[in-house]
């Protein structure tokens, strides 16, 4: 419980008790949706991978490989129907993770800053990225391979951020 106070309009004091948050309790589901994002970010990597032929016969590494040196084809539209619905998803993911920032006390609010700017780069670039394939500027699929990988990264920093803040 904190309490202030202020001068009305007629020169009286008027004390004015306000019943603080018990911020303890926003660990509960916070600690809960970080778990629900790492579930999120796995199955978006999951079906990534599905989408560029991953199959039971097929291993990881050899998967990877095909893709660096192969990515699957796209079309403009293809493009364009796959980017608007990630640019939102994943957009939305970043903006409930860096808000989740607004309970530390243990991260600086300009590192939060930096770690959410970086990954919004990270996540247009692997989005982005397919466009440079399309048109022919990088003929190998490595760039999206990096820009995934480096999305990744920076998300799971992100949510270690917030669980290091909890």
Not at 34 to 39: D, G, H, N, T
Not at 55 to 70: E, H, I, K, N, P
Not at 111 to 122: E, F, H, K, Q, V
Request: net charge positive.
């Amino acid at each position: 419980m904190a309490w202030y106070g202020y001068y009305d309009g007629f020169g009286c004091f008027k004390k004015v008790v306000v019943w603080v948050k018990d911020f303890r309790l926003y660990k509960i589901p916070i600690a809960y949706l970080l778990l629900y994002l790492v579930a999120i970010l796995a199955t978006g990597v999951w079906l990534f991978l599905l989408s560029q032929g991953l199959q039971s016969s097929v291993s990881l590494g050899a998967l990877l490989l095909d893709v660096a040196q192969a990515p699957e084809v796209k079309s403009l539209h293809n493009f364009i129907e796959v980017a608007t619905p990630h640019m939102f998803a994943m957009g939305t993911l970043i903006f409930v993770v860096a808000h989740f920032m607004l309970f530390s006390t243990k991260v600086s609010q300009k590192r939060t800053l930096w770690a959410s700017l970086l990954l919004y780069g990270a996540m247009f670039v692997n989005i982005f990225s397919y466009l440079l394939i399309i048109f022919g500027v990088v003929i190998l699929g490595w760039v999206k391979l990096i820009a995934l990988g480096v999305f990744v990264i920076l998300f799971l920093l992100l949510l270690g951020m917030v669980a290091f803040s909890l």
